[in-house]
């Protein structure tokens, strides 16, 4: 199956899932558990007991809780105080005429103001036997209407008197006209568990009325606070949140395992050729792009090889046959450009995808050795012209940081370990990617050679930084300390010698100092860099 297939079908999965959980998940949340929990909260009344009222355990319950409570008993409101009212004297007797609706569906210019012994006219619709909802209230001469029940004829009572007594509730809900709404269409009093609409049919609310010492307690509670929601909905989204993190976390390792390892794992075999160390063979079985990019890199490195050992062991004296090893290495530089291209081209659309640093490794490594390859096309650089440098300012520790990403694989693959002390940002003058070059194959030498510890440390001057890569290996043979820098010298039967022959060619277009010596702690490459002042 090809590569954009199996990224386009697990990510089309993995959407579908997602979307299934999202849905299954908030319609159990929302509509079932949180209606749930919450009835059972308000179920939970601790302000009567013994036969009676605790009023300041009924305030910390309405605002904790966030509802209104009427506690009614022989057909008085125990807890009036909880409403906007008026007591009015008439010549019947006293009238209980409650505010909160009225006030909420005024319909005037003029606020409404009612204080003791002002004179007024109430039309009222009668709720609960003894008390009343205006519609029409006049006072000196002007009219106050309610608008949504003004025209209503049911229970109409006229109310004219005196008003003896004004009382603002002691709590600034916005639940009391609602709650004083419903009594017209509902009958609280009855004992109940119900979820209901609002006069206007937009929000839901729930009325829970339930016996306690005597006392019948009516409930009230809005679902339109938010405000009460969003505990719980912060709740709902910190569980999906990890949800979604576990399982994209999942989605990781299956793509790491069938797309980025064999990517990263041609970055390794890459490094290894750069640095002319052939592989043999190649583990990876699938027939997709990768597949045929390994393949692509299989022949590419026995070519190269091929080159090498033609290269030492045959015609280093003869001209016409170094003519045709220069010819080779130009033909197997164009072919190698080939597959680099398409590994540049896969990790530019991952890169896309999926950014993360492993991949971004790849991409800027293989447009490195590409451009390695243009140079050689173009100039010959190491074999006439000498090496041409892009001398810029740029950040040793950074470098010093991606080399060690790149050998983080073979660290552990080789059980050896590169530790860096390097904790500031040194700033140095130089050609960034010929001085990677160098440091990588200086590290790539030290790994093969070391037991189990590389150090990297500097020591720095007034205008120069000394940059040391020390290994805990077996010492360098006296005579052979200098050779080391020679073409094609190895003391490893495998190597090829070109790596620290490079990198000395490069040293020495930069004009720095350097060299390798025996320590107590096992064999030392140091660089003398200039530093930016």
Not at 300 to 307: G, P
Not at 423 to 428: F, G, L, S, T, V
């Amino acid at each position: 199956m090809r590569l954009r297939n199996k990224l386009i079908i697990i990510l089309s999965v993995a959407l579908l899932v997602s979307l299934f959980l999202e849905d299954l998940l908030g319609d159990i949340y929302f509509e079932k558990y949180f209606r749930y929990s919450k009835v059972l909260q308000l179920e939970k009344i601790d302000f009567i007991s013994n036969n009676k009222i605790d009023f300041d355990k009924l305030k910390d319950y309405e605002k904790n809780q966030n509802a209104l409570v009427m506690i009614y008993k022989d057909d008085k409101i125990e807890n009036l105080e909880n409403f906007y009212f008026v007591k009015v004297d008439t010549k019947d007797g006293e009238a209980y005429v409650l505010l909160d609706a009225f006030l909420d569906n005024l319909y005037s210019n003029t606020p409404l103001k009612i204080e003791n012994k002002d004179l007024v006219e109430i039309t009222a619709i009668k709720v609960l036997d003894n008390y009343y909802l205006p519609t029409v209230l006049i006072k000196n001469n002007q009219t106050f209407e309610d608008y949504k029940f003004s025209y209503t004829s049911e229970k109409i009572y006229n109310i004219n008197g005196r008003v003896q007594k004004v009382n603002t509730p002691y709590t600034q809900s916005n639940l009391g006209d609602d709650f004083l709404e419903s009594l017209l269409t509902i009958d609280v009093l009855k004992p109940q568990k119900e979820v209901y609409k609002d006069v206007d049919g937009d929000d839901e609310f729930q009325l829970i009325t339930l016996e306690k010492c005597g006392y019948k307690v009516v409930i009230f509670y809005s679902y339109e606070n938010i405000n009460d929601i969003f505990p719980s909905l912060r709740l709902y989204f910190y569980l999906k949140g990890i949800l979604i993190v576990l399982f994209t976390i999942f989605i990781g390792i299956i793509l790491e395992r069938i797309i980025v390892k064999p990517i990263v794992n041609i970055s390794e075999i890459s490094e290894k050729i750069a640095n002319l160390n052939f592989i043999k063979e190649i583990d990876y079985k699938g027939k997709d792009e990768i597949g045929t990019l390994y393949k692509d890199i299989f022949k590419m490195s026995e070519k190269l090889e091929n080159i090498i050992d033609l290269y030492k062991g045959k015609i280093s004296k003869n001209k016409e046959a170094q003519i045709r090893l220069e010819e080779s290495i130009k033909l197997f530089m164009h072919e190698v450009k080939t597959p680099l291209s398409a590994i540049i081209g896969f990790s530019d659309l991952l890169l896309e995808d999926e950014p993360n640093d492993e991949i971004k490794i790849i991409n800027e490594e293989s447009k490195r050795i590409l451009k390695m390859a243009n140079t050689l096309l173009e100039d010959n650089a190491f074999y006439q012209e000498g090496i041409s440098l892009d001398i810029t300012r740029f950040n040793l520790t950074s470098l010093i940081e991606l080399s060690l990403k790149i050998f983080e694989n073979e660290q552990k693959l080789l059980n050896k370990n590169i530790i860096s002390f390097l904790w500031k940002d040194i700033y140095i003058l130089g050609d960034r990617e010929k001085l990677e070059q160098v440091i990588l194959n200086i590290l790539k030498n030290a790994l093969e050679y070391a037991k189990k510890e590389i150090r990297i440390y500097v020591e720095e001057q007034e205008n120069t930084v000394t940059l040391f890569l020390e290994n805990d290996g077996i010492h360098i043979d006296e005579n052979d300390l200098n050779k080391i820098w020679n073409k094609f010298f190895s003391s490893n039967s495998e190597g090829r010698g070109l790596g620290l022959y490079i990198s000395s060619e490069i040293l020495d277009a930069h004009g720095f100092q350097y060299g390798v010596r025996n320590t107590n702690f096992g064999v030392s490459f140091f660089i003398v860099l200039k530093k930016e002042i």
